[in-house]
């Protein structure tokens, strides 16, 4: 197996920093600057000798550190594919209601309550897999999710009446969200901190865009046939997905304080992706119990929970104004369900730009933060994106709410709908990469209790939103959502004056198995 290019230079400098080699956090940062490193020392680095790696490789090649680019940027894909689905999913019913209300002879809004199960469950089955997955392993929680997954879409698109196809979207909502809830766990694993925020923007933009391609996607197939073909298509997407995690999903837990002649055999793919190997192998150290508690052990620490409020603060609004505005959009404009499809190509093309930019953002932030602080990389340098992301969240949202409130054209509520969108996806990086960097022994853990916010924040504006923005007008409504949203900025402000001394208060989490 080749090694990756990061692995093939081994530094000849010193370490003059307090970080030891095997040190994978601090509450103090990450030393990543080699040139500030003396002679003599054998930490590993990129090829080029400019950045140390952490957390420090063994010389295993079944470390996945170890593992080519190739194999770890397949594996990314599959993760980010599988994590689209969910949200994909679930934002398909804000249009497929449409035709269902008609069929059932129900109204939009009684429809609706299947979609907010949905959502609700996306978040809750988040923090199951994350923590089967610190039992059971990686890659059997996310096979068997997954299998679980496509059976449940497969009873969406087949079911006879509502209460069938409320019971469907409930469960696929739960099995759906593995790689969503627990993508950072795979992150963690397989690669190096000063990549992270890379990689976190690519596994972002899946699952941003996810909610917009569903609906665009739905309205141009239910203009020409019926909802359960748009089902039908998402039942295809799903088995795509399991068929790439059993050819090319890999366990990536790896425990390097064992050392690598003492590491159980990797014998058979097959029995590793179904979770056999795991289970004779013993391959993860931890009780039932243990694995269960992480969770809850995680939430306690005042990083996290403040994170993820923050997180339920700002994107709360997403699912809101993503699973309603069909329902404001056909009155005021005359839209059908082809153009509600068209009018979702403004999200999308805001993700895209958000994924651009971030693409070079977040790094060149936090390495001009690394350079200011003697070459030590701060988890509270990744906040500072947020303070460009609001301004942009902010003006979107009011200028969405007047627009559907003076009926102004359709292009302006596509603008201020696409600014929202496009600063959600640049804070959406930055909270994840600095949970991950503040609590990287529970990368598993945050991501899931942002996912957790993300979509149980939903839940609550999906009840509302019409009937508040009815009572009210989407002007007072929008208005009081980008108060809030530019409220909780001031919970940013405090991480980063706080935020280090509350990670020394909260102590680390000291879990059996990282």
């Not at 929008?478 to 935020?499: K, P, R, Y």
């Amino acid at each position: 197996m080749s090694m990756p290019s990061e692995l093939e230079k081994s530094t000849a400098y010193a370490d003059s920093d307090p970080i030891t080699p095997d040190s994978s956090s601090g509450d103090e940062g990450y030393v990543l600057d080699a040139h500030k490193l003396s002679a003599n020392s054998t930490l590993k680095t990129t090829r080029d000798g400019s950045i140390i790696l952490r957390p420090q490789p063994s010389d295993s090649p079944d470390d996945p550190l170890n593992w080519s680019q190739e194999k770890k940027h397949i594996l990314l894909f599959v993760i980010s594919a599988t994590a689209f689905l969910p949200d994909y999913g679930g934002a398909m019913g804000a249009v497929a209601l449409i035709p269902q209300a008609v069929n059932w002879n129900m109204t939009q809004e009684g429809v609706l309550q299947a979609l907010v199960g949905n959502v609700f469950v996306i978040g809750a089955g988040g923090l199951f897999s994350v923590a089967f997955m610190a039992y059971f392993g990686r890659l059997p929680v996310l096979f068997w999710f997954t299998f679980f997954a496509l059976w449940s879409a497969a009873f969406c698109a087949a079911a006879a009446n509502f209460t069938q196809y409320e019971a469907a979207r409930v469960l696929n909502g739960f099995f759906s969200t593995v790689a969503q809830g627990g993508g950072l766990v795979f992150i963690n694993d397989i690669f190096f901190v000063h990549e992270h925020a890379r990689k976190i923007n690519v596994w972002s933009f899946f699952i941003i865009l996810s909610p917009y391609l569903g609906p665009l996607l739905t309205g141009f197939i239910i203009a020409a046939s019926t909802w359960q073909w748009a089902f039908a298509l998402y039942v295809l997407m799903t088995g795509l997905c399991l068929t790439a995690i059993i050819c090319f999903g890999q366990e990536t837990y790896y425990d390097r304080r064992i050392a690598p002649e003492s590491q159980p055999l990797r014998k058979s793919h097959f029995q590793r992706v179904v979770g056999i190997e795991q289970y004779r192998t013993h391959l993860i150290d931890n009780t039932f119990s243990q694995a269960m508690m992480r969770p809850v052990r995680a939430i306690c620490k005042p990083v996290v929970l403040i994170s993820t409020i923050y997180y339920t603060l700002i994107f709360a609004w997403v699912v809101g104004i993503n699973t309603t505005l069909s329902i404001f959009l056909q009155p005021l404009y005359g839209f059908g369900p082809r153009q509600i499809g068209f009018f979702y190509f403004t999200p999308i093309v805001a993700v895209i730009l958000g994924e651009a930019c971030g693409h070079w953002l977040h790094d060149s932030i936090a390495t001009l933060c690394m350079r200011r602080n003697s070459g030590r990389l701060e988890a509270e340098a990744r906040l500072w994106v947020i303070y460009i992301a609001t301004p942009f969240m902010v003006a979107g949202l009011v200028l969405l709410g007047f627009a559907l409130q003076h009926s102004y054209p359709y292009m302006l509520a596509a603008l201020g709908w696409g600014l929202y969108v496009f600063g959600i996806m640049i804070a959406t990086v930055g909270i994840n990469a600095y949970a991950l960097d503040a609590y990287p022994e529970a990368a598993g853990e945050v991501s899931a209790w942002l996912n957790f916010a993300r979509t149980t924040g939903g839940v609550f504006v999906t009840e509302w939103q019409v009937p508040w923005a009815t009572a009210v007008g989407p002007v007072a409504a929008l208005g009081t959502q980008a108060g809030i949203t530019a409220g909780a900025f001031l919970l940013v402000v405090l991480l980063q004056v706080s935020g280090k001394r509350l990670r020394h208060y909260g102590g680390r989490l000291n879990f059996k198995t990282n």
